[in-house]
């Protein structure tokens, strides 16, 4: 049975703990005004004169919209307490939707491609396993395995000596010109680089 992931899989949020504000980081959900989000980036900066503080992109995890925030290395904000990440196996893409399973019930929900870079769009493949951290409902994030190992179907050669490779996920890469179809490489799920051939 395919479902959309919007009523919980994990118990709801009952409490927070609280961090200071230098402890924003990427990855960390947090509660502000009454509402859940993601730091997507956060960088210290440390002024010429007054306070330090954490220059933090935050992202709504219902709505999607990102705001800007700084947070002083001395306020308190409430930190969503978070399970450990779940793991799914990745059946396929359909459309803006990333179709996962849940191992043990052979549930299926869906989520959306929102939660991967594109880069790491190009290292994902059916079959896979990916955790995926989901709070009330709403998925926060998807990671991957940090190197994918994928087959070539095919080259074309690009000139200085490399090639763009088509993999078996229908993704193309940039590859050294010592690769040939049927081979199979390694790449950064991060990156979407070409790490070696296996």
Known sequence: MLRRVCAPLVRPLVRYSHISGNQVRPGVAIELEGKLY????????????????????????????????????????????????????????????LVLMQPDTFEQIEVSTELLSDKQMLALNEGMTVLLQIVEG????????????????????????NKEATLVNGKTILVPGTIDAGDSVKISSETGLFVEKM
């Open 38 to 97: 993601r730091v997507v980036k956060s960088q210290s900066v440390k002024p010429g004169k007054g306070v330090a503080y954490m220059q933090a992109e935050l992202r709504d995890i219902v709505s999607g919209t990102k705001i800007n925030r700084r947070f002083r290395s001395s306020e308190s904000v409430k930190k969503a307490p978070l399970t450990k990440d779940q793991p799914f196996q990745f059946l396929y893409q359909d459309g803006n939707k």
């Open 138 to 161: 709403v998925p926060l994030w998807l990671n991957m395995p940090e190197f994918v190992t994928l087959g070539v179907e095919s080259v074309v050669a690009v000139g200085g000596g």
